[in-house]
T-cell receptor, first 114, second 108 residues
Framework: GAGVSQSPRYKVAKRGQDVALRCDPI?????LFWYQQALGQGPEFLTY????????KSGLPSDRFFAERPEGSVSTLKIQRTQQEDSAVYLC????????????FGDGTRLSIL | EDQVTQSPEALRLQEGESSSLNCSYTVSGLRGLFWYRQDPGKGPEFLFTLYSAGEEKEKERLKATLTKKESFLHITAPKPEDSATYLC?????????FGPGTRLSVLP
């Protein structure tokens, strides 16, 4: 596809379960970003990859959050032992090169923790 | 503290009523300022990038301007389809920080 694709679009999990969210960036894009967006707020940075290297993970809220991009293309954001406060929309974005090029976003995964 | 703020938080306009949205930033070493539009249930859609004070960009009814401390998104003669949340984001160093957004409603 031409754009950034995220799956699933919606995910409901019980507190304590592990979840995995997938991001397929635009083909050829070197940089990949994950954001967390709470209702009515702007996206908040979680982590950044350049190819397969995770260059910045300063925004990950706890060690329960883990992201990978093993082959420099598809990325997975994993949340272990989910908590209710993890409920949010998780957005993925890619850009040809960071930092000054605009990022192109997927439509996000809406995560609800019961 | 480095931060990005946007005002107003929400704005209601009548169709054809022009206005401006503000994005203020207090970061050092700005490398770029970005405007995005976000519709409900969708990811942000890129509109403009501004790199230096004095720069302006235009697209249809939208015009973005940049000074050393803020950016404005001017909307001329808006239509109902311009209703959305408008987000600004700043890149400084390796950081990319979004503001909270302005929710724009354009009434027919």
């Amino acid at each position: 596809g031409a754009g950034v694709s995220q799956s699933p679009r919606y995910k409901v999990a019980k507190r304590g379960q592990d979840v995995a969210l997938r991001c397929d960036p635009i083909s050829g894009h070197v940089s990949l970003f994950w954001y967390q967006q709470a209702l009515g707020q702007g996206p908040e940075f979680l982590t950044y990859f350049q190819n397969e290297a995770q260059l910045d993970k300063s925004g990950l809220p706890s060690d329960r959050f883990f992201a990978e991009r093993p082959e420099g293309s598809v990325s997975t954001l994993k949340i272990q032992r989910t908590q209710q406060e993890d409920s949010a929309v998780y957005l993925c974005a890619s850009s040809p090169l960071h930092p000054v090029e605009p990022q192109h976003f997927g439509d996000g995964t809406r995560l609800s923790i019961l | 503290e480095d931060q990005v703020t946007q005002s107003p938080e929400a704005l209601r306009l009548q169709e054809g009523e022009s206005s401006s949205l503000n994005c203020s930033y207090t970061v050092s070493g700005l490398r770029g300022l970005f405007w995005y539009r976000q519709d409900p249930g969708k990811g942000p859609e890129f509109l403009f990038t501004l790199y230096s004070a004095g720069e302006e960009k235009e697209k249809e009814r939208l015009k973005a301007t940049l000074t050393k401390k803020e950016s404005f998104l001017h909307i001329t003669a808006p239509k109902p389809e311009d209703s959305a949340t408008y987000l600004c984001a700043v890149n400084y160093g390796q950081n990319f920080v979004f503001g909270p957004g302005t929710r724009l409603s354009v009434l027919p």
